[in-house]
C-alpha cells in the first residue's frame, strides 16, 4: 500500500519509448500519408510524422467537405488501429495538450481497442508504463466522453491483469489509493467516481480478449469488492462540493451499478454468478439509500437527479428479490425474503409518495411526460417484481394496484404500456396460470383473489379501450406511424385478453362492445335512416376489442356474441370497420362452428358469408386479403356446416380466380382505394380461399366431392393447358402467370384430401406439367421450383396411387439438373425418395437419379466460395442425403457418393448459410450413427483418408470459422464421430487440438478438452464434451486475432 501511495505518474510516461521495439521503427518507414503519398523521413522523425497524419486523419473524417476524403480518412483510421504503432501514436497524441477534443476522443477509442483486443502485442515492460501513463490520462482529461473512454480502458486493463500485478491489493483498492492522493483535490474524487461507474459495467464483459477463466474470475473479484466500492462512492461524495457538475448523478448511476453487483449479478436480467456480498438490510440503512429515495422527490427541482434515482431505485427493488441461500429465511408466502421486508415497505412508500406528481403529470398536457416515465417505471418494476405478494391482497397492494392503474389510464400510450407486463403476470397468478406462485393456493383462494381484483381489471378495460380508436387525421398518417399504430393495439389486445381471464368473457364483451349494442338498439327503435351520425371509429375501436378478447371467448351459443356477430352486415360501409370486421369472423370461426353445432340457426352463417363476400370484392388490398383469411378459418372450422353453400362459395372462388392479379410486394394503405374499380385479387389471397374450399370438400364423402373438386381443377387446367400445349408453339408463356396457376394447382392437390380423386385428376394433367417443367426448367428457376412443388403436393396426397409417374419424373429431374444446378430440382428428387424409396418397382430409377444429381452437384463445389455461392443447392443436396439415409438408405450404398458426400463436407462445411451449414451438419451426424451394414462397410473405407481433415474442418468451425450457434451441432458430429470410429477419432482430435497455436490455449487448455473427449469415448459423457468444446470455443474465440490464428493452422495444406 506505501509502495502504491508513493508511486505517482511522470510529467511524461514511459510507455513511448517502452512499446517500440527496434524493428518497429524500421517497419515504421512503411507509414503513408492517409490520402496517399509516400513519406521518407528518418527514425527519429516517424513517431512525430505519423501523430500528424493521425490528427490530418481525424480532421478529415469530421471536417472535410468530400465524401470520398472522409472514405479514405476512415479507412486509414481504421488500419491503423490494427497496427502496434498505434500504441504510441495514442499515447502521445492523449499527452499532447494542443490535441483538439475530437482528436483526443479518437485516440481514447483507438486506445481502448488496442487494450481489449491486442494487449498482447505489449512487452511485459510497457505494461506498467501503460498503466501509470493511463491515470496521468485521466486525471488530465476531465469529465467528459474523452475520461470516460478512459475509464473504459483502464477497466480493460484490469480485466487483462490479476489482482497480483495490482501491488497484491487488485486494481479497484489499488486505483482508489492512486486517484485520490493525499485527498485534497476534489477532481481526484470526480475521476475515482468515473472508474465506479465503468467497473462494474465491465465486469463479465467480452470485449476485453482474456481468457475465459480470468473474465469469470475479474467477476468475481469485482463482486467481492462490493462493500469496499459503496464505501468509496460514499467518500466520493462527500469529497466532492456541492457545486461539482453531476455529483449526485454520478453517485447514484456508481450506487446502481455496484448495488446489482453485490447481489452477484452482472446484468440487470441476469441470474446471480456469486452469494450477494451485501444485505437488504445493509442496503436499507445505506445513506446512499436514502439519497436515492430522497432524490425521487426532486423531480421538479433537478430532474436529471430524478432520472438517476429512479435508476439506483430500481436496482434496490431487483435487491430485495435476491434469493437467499438459507430457504427458510424467505416466508412460505411470499416471493420477498423476510430479510428484505423493511427496505421493500421503505421503498413502495417512497413511490407511493409520488402519486400526487404523476396524477399533476397525467394533467399537464406532455409537459411533464419524462417525470411520468419515471414514476410509471418505479411503478411497474415495483408490480412486476412483487407481484406474488400483490396478488395477496392486502391493503398496501390495492394501494400499488390503485396507482398502477393510473399510469394505465396515462394519456401517453408509450408510458401506459409500460404497466402492460404487470397486468399480465398478476393475471398468470390469480388465474392459477403461474402455478410456481398459486400451487400452495386452492381453487377457493384463486376464485377470492379474482374477485378482490375484478374492479382494477374491469378498470384496466375501461383505461386501455379508449385507445384503440384511429384518430381523425390518421389518413395521413406514414408508414411507421401505421405501424406504431398496430403495435400498439396488439400490445393492448393481449393486455385485454389477460383482463378477459380475470374479469371473464360475458362481462368483458359487455364492457367493449357497448358502442355495437348502442348501435342495434337504435336501429331497432328508432325510425332514422340507417347509420345516419354512427361515428366508424368508435364501432371499429369497439369490434377490435371484441376480436382481441377471443382467445377467451364465452360458451358456444352466448347471446351477446351471436347478437354482436350477426349484426356485422349492418355496420356502416368503411373500408377499416369491413376490415376489422372480417377479421373478427376469423377469430370466432371456432366458436361459430360451435354454436352451430348447439343448435344455432345457420343463417348466421350466410350472414357472415355476405359480409364476407362484400370485403372479397371491396377495392381495399388489405380488406380482400382479410377476407380471404377469414374465409379460409371459417371452412376450416365449420366445414360440415357449410356444405350447402357449396355453390356460391364455389363461383366465389371463380370469380378469384378470375381476377388474379400479379401484385406482389407492399399493400396499400387501407384509407387509399386501387385506382381500378374492377378489384384483382392477389394471387395468395386465392390461395386463402381454395385452402378454405378444400376442406369443405374434404368434409364430403368422394362421390360427391368429385364434380366440386372438378369445378375448383377446371379453369386451372384449362389454362395451364393452353400455356404449355402438346404442340409447342414459338411464343414463351409468361412465366409470372403460369406460377400463379401452379400455386393454385398445388393448393388443390394440397387442401383436398381425397387421394383418389388427386391421383386420377394429377395423372391426367400429367403430360401438360411434364411439359411445362421441361420448358422452364433450363430457362426459369423460380418457374420450376412452383411446378415442382405442385408435383410435390399431388405425390403427397396421392401416395401410392402416383408410382407409375416416378421412373419418368426421375428420368426428368436428372436430365434438367444435368443442364442447370437448380435447387428445386434436387427437393424433387427428395420427394420421390420419400414417398417410393421402399417401393421396389421404382427403387433402382430412384437410387440412379440420387446417384446422378449428387455426383454432378460435388463436381460443381470444389471450392468454399463455390459453397457460398450455391447455398440453396448446398442446402437441398444434403437434405437429400438425409431423406435417402432413413427412407432408401440403398441409394447411399454406392463408394463414390460417400466419398464425394464427405469431400464436400470438409470442403464446404464453413459455409457461411445457416440452413446450408446445419444441413449438411445433421446429415453427417446422422450419416455416422447409421447402422445399416452396408454404410458401415463403405464408411469403413472412405472415411479413415478424409479423417483427419474432417476433424480439423469440425475444430475450425467451432473454434471460430462458423457462429457460435453451431456448436452445438459441431458437437453432435464430434461425439458420432468418436461413436463411430472410436480409437481413431481420439487419434485425429489429439492431433487436431495440437494444432492450435500456444499462444491462443495452452497446453492445459488443450488437455482439459481432450480429456472429456476421452471420456466421451469411455463412458458416452456428452454433456461435458459439449461444455468443454464450448470452453474451448470462447476462449478461441475472445477475439479476431485469436480466430483467425486458429483457422490458420487448422486448414492449413
Not at 515504421?28 to 513517431?47: K, N, T, Y
Not at 407481484?387 to 392486502?394: C, T
Not at 473454434?959 to 468418436?978: E, T
Amino acid at each position: 500500500n506505501d509502495r502504491a501511495s508513493s508511486e505517482r505518474p511522470t510529467a511524461r510516461p514511459l510507455l513511448l519509448c517502452c512499446v517500440k521495439p527496434p524493428q518497429s521503427l524500421a517497419r515504421a518507414h512503411a507509414f503513408r500519408r492517409w490520402r496517399g503519398g509516400p513519406v521518407s523521413l528518418g527514425a527519429e522523425d516517424v513517431m512525430a510524422e505519423a501523430i500528424v497524419q493521425f490528427k490530418e486523419a481525424v480532421q478529415a473524417l469530421h471536417h472535410h467537405p468530400e465524401a470520398i476524403v472522409k472514405k479514405q480518412a476512415e479507412q486509414w483510421l481504421e488500419r491503423f488501429q490494427e497496427d502496434v504503432d498505434a500504441w504510441t501514436v495514442c499515447d502521445a497524441v492523449l499527452h499532447d495538450p494542443t490535441s483538439t477534443p475530437e482528436v483526443n476522443f479518437m485516440s481514447a477509442q483507438a486506445l481502448k481497442r488496442k487494450v481489449q483486443q491486442d494487449f498482447a502485442e505489449l512487452p511485459s515492460v510497457a505494461i506498467r508504463s501503460l498503466r501509470e501513463s493511463l491515470v496521468a490520462l485521466l486525471l488530465k482529461h476531465g469529465e467528459g466522453p474523452v475520461r470516460t473512454q478512459l475509464a473504459v480502458t483502464m477497466a480493460s486493463l484490469a480485466a487483462h491483469l490479476p489482482a497480483a500485478e495490482w501491488d497484491g491489493i487488485g486494481a479497484l483498492q489499488w486505483l482508489a489509493i492512486r486517484m485520490t492522493g493525499d485527498g485534497s483535490n476534489p477532481s481526484r474524487f470526480s475521476c475515482l467516481l468515473e472508474l465506479l461507474i465503468v467497473f462494474p459495467q465491465e465486469a463479465g464483459s467480452y470485449r476485453p480478449a482474456v481468457h475465459p477463466e480470468r473474465r469469470r474470475s475479474f467477476a468475481r473479484e469485482l463482486i467481492l469488492e462490493s462493500k469496499s466500492a459503496i464505501t468509496m462512492i460514499t467518500t466520493c461524495l462527500e469529497q466532492l462540493t456541492m457545486n461539482t457538475k453531476n455529483a449526485y448523478e454520478h453517485s447514484l448511476d456508481a450506487y446502481a451499478a455496484w448495488v446489482r453487483l453485490s447481489q452477484g449479478r452482472l446484468h440487470a436480467d441476469d441470474l446471480p454468478v456469486e452469494a450477494p456480498q451485501i444485505d437488504a438490510a445493509t442496503l436499507c440503512a445505506h445513506p446512499l439509500t436514502l439519497l436515492a429515495l430522497k432524490s425521487l422527490t426532486t423531480h421538479d427541482s433537478r430532474p436529471s437527479q430524478f432520472d438517476h434515482a429512479v435508476d439506483a431505485t430500481c436496482e434496490l427493488i431487483r435487491a430485495t428479490r435476491t434469493q437467499v441461500v438459507d430457504s427458510r429465511d424467505s416466508d412460505r408466502h411470499s416471493s420477498i425474503p423476510v430479510s428484505s421486508l423493511q427496505l421493500v415497505q421503505v421503498i413502495v412508500s417512497s413511490v407511493l409518495e409520488l402519486k400526487p406528481a404523476l396524477l399533476a403529470a397525467s394533467q399537464s398536457e406532455g409537459s411533464l411526460d419524462e417525470i411520468a416515465k419515471g414514476i410509471s417505471r418505479l411503478l411497474a418494476e415495483i408490480g412486476e417484481e412483487y407481484v406474488a405478494v400483490i396478488a395477496e391482497g392486502n391493503p398496501e397492494s390495492i394501494a400499488v394496484v390503485e396507482s398502477i392503474l393510473i399510469v394505465t389510464a396515462y394519456p401517453d400510450t408509450d408510458i401506459a404500456s409500460m404497466s402492460f407486463v404487470f397486468w399480465h403476470k398478476l393475471s398468470n397468478v390469480l388465474t392459477g396460470r403461474e402455478q410456481r406462485n398459486a400451487s400452495h393456493e386452492g381453487a377457493g383462494e384463486l376464485i377470492r383473489r379474482k374477485q378482490l381484483f375484478f374492479p382494477a381489471y374491469v378498470q384496466l378495460i375501461h383505461n386501455v379501450i379508449g385507445r384503440l380508436q384511429y384518430p381523425k387525421d390518421f389518413q395521413h398518417w406514414t408508414r411507421e406511424e401505421y405501424r406504431e399504430f398496430k403495435r400498439m393495439r396488439y400490445a393492448i389486445a393481449d393486455t385485454l385478453t389477460e383482463a378477459a381471464s380475470v374479469v371473464g368473457a360475458i362481462q368483458t364483451l359487455h364492457i367493449v362492445s357497448t358502442p355495437i349494442q348502442e348501435l342495434n338498439k337504435a336501429e331497432a327503435t328508432v325510425l332514422t335512416p340507417k347509420n345516419t351520425g354512427v361515428d366508424w371509429r368508435r364501432l371499429e375501436a369497439s369490434l377490435y376489442c371484441v376480436r382481441s378478447v377471443s382467445k377467451e371467448p364465452p360458451p358456444a351459443g352466448d347471446p351477446l356474441l351471436l347478437s354482436i356477430l350477426a349484426s356485422l352486415p349492418n355496420l356502416p360501409e368503411h373500408p377499416q370497420l369491413l376490415y376489422t370486421a372480417v377479421l373478427t369472423i376469423s377469430a370466432y370461426s371456432e366458436w361459430v362452428s360451435a354454436s352451430i353445432a348447439l343448435g344455432t340457426d345457420s343463417v348466421l352463417l350466410q350472414k357472415l358469408l355476405g359480409v364476407l363476400h362484400r370485403a372479397l370484392v371491396s377495392t381495399h388490398t388489405d380488406t380482400r386479403g382479410a377476407a380471404a383469411l377469414a374465409l379460409k378459418h371459417i371452412c376450416d372450422a365449420a366445414a360440415d356446416h357449410l356444405v350447402t353453400f357449396l355453390d356460391p362459395l364455389v363461383q366465389l372462388y371463380v370469380m378469384a380466380l378470375n381476377s388474379m392479379t400479379d401484385s406482389q410486394g407492399t399493400t396499400p394503405h387501407l384509407s387509399s382505394p386501387s385506382t381500378s374499380h374492377h378489384f384483382q385479387m392477389h394471387a395468395d389471397d386465392v390461395i386463402q380461399i381454395i385452402e378454405g374450399l378444400g376442406h369443405v370438400t374434404t368434409a364430403l364423402p368422394v362421390e360427391q366431392a368429385d364434380p366440386v373438386f372438378s369445378a375448383l381443377l377446371a379453369p386451372i387446367s384449362v389454362l395451364l393447358n393452353a400455356m404449355f400445349p402438346e404442340v409447342m408453339v414459338s411464343v414463351k408463356p409468361d412465366t409470372n402467370i403460369a406460377v400463379k396457376y401452379f400455386d393454385c394447382l398445388a393448393a388443390v392437390m394440397r387442401y383436398v384430401s381425397h387421394p383418389e380423386l388427386v391421383a386420377t385428376s394429377f395423372h391426367e394433367l400429367w403430360p401438360m406439367v411434364s411439359r411445362a417443367l421441361v420448358s422452364c426448367g433450363n430457362t426459369d428457376m423460380r418457374c420450376t421450383e412452383h411446378i415442382c412443388r405442385c408435383i410435390k403436393y399431388a405425390i403427397r396426397t396421392s401416395g401410392h396411387r402416383l408410382t407409375d409417374i416416378v421412373n419418368s419424373a426421375a428420368s426428368m429431374y436428372t436430365s434438367l439438373f444435368a443442364q442447370r444446378r437448380q435447387a428445386s430440382l434436387l427437393f424433387a428428387v427428395s420427394e420421390l425418395v420419400r414417398s417410393f424409396g421402399n417401393d421396389i418397382s421404382c427403387s433402382q430409377a430412384i437410387c440412379l437419379s440420387v446417384e446422378e444429381v449428387i455426383l454432378r452437384t460435388a463436381e460443381s463445389l470444389k471450392t468454399l466460395s463455390d459453397f457460398d455461392d450455391a447455398p440453396d443447392v448446398v442446402d437441398d443436396a444434403f437434405l437429400l442425403l438425409k431423406t435417402c439415409l432413413k427412407y432408401c438408405p440403398k441409394a447411399l450404398a454406392n463408394p463414390q457418393i460417400v466419398a464425394s458426400t464427405l469431400d464436400m463436407l470438409i470442403c464446404g462445411l464453413h459455409v457461411q448459410h445457416r440452413e446450408a451449414c446445419c444441413s449438411m451438419l445433421d446429415f453427417t451426424r446422422n450419416l455416422l450413427y447409421a447402422r445399416n451394414e452396408d454404410l458401415v462397410d463403405i464408411l469403413g473405407q472412405v472415411l479413415p483418408p478424409r479423417g483427419g481433415a474432417l476433424v480439423r474442418s469440425l475444430l475450425a468451425g467451432a473454434l471460430g470459422a462458423l457462429p457460435s450457434s453451431r456448436l452445438s451441432d459441431i458437437s453432435g458430429v464430434i461425439a458420432a464421430l468418436l461413436s463411430c470410429t472410436y480409437a481413431q477419432s481420439v487419434v485425429w482430435l489429439r492431433e487436431a487440438t495440437s494444432l492450435i497455436p500456444d499462444h491462443v490455449a495452452s497446453a492445459s487448455d488443450k488437455d482439459v478438452f481432450f480429456h472429456s473427449v476421452s471420456r466421451f469415448a469411455e463412458s458416452g459423457d456428452g454433456h461435458t464434451l459439449g461444455k468443454s468444446l464450448d470452453d474451448l470455443s470462447e476462449l478461441c474465440r475472445r477475439s479476431k486475432r485469436h480466430r483467425i490464428a486458429v483457422a490458420e493452422s487448422l486448414l492449413k495444406t
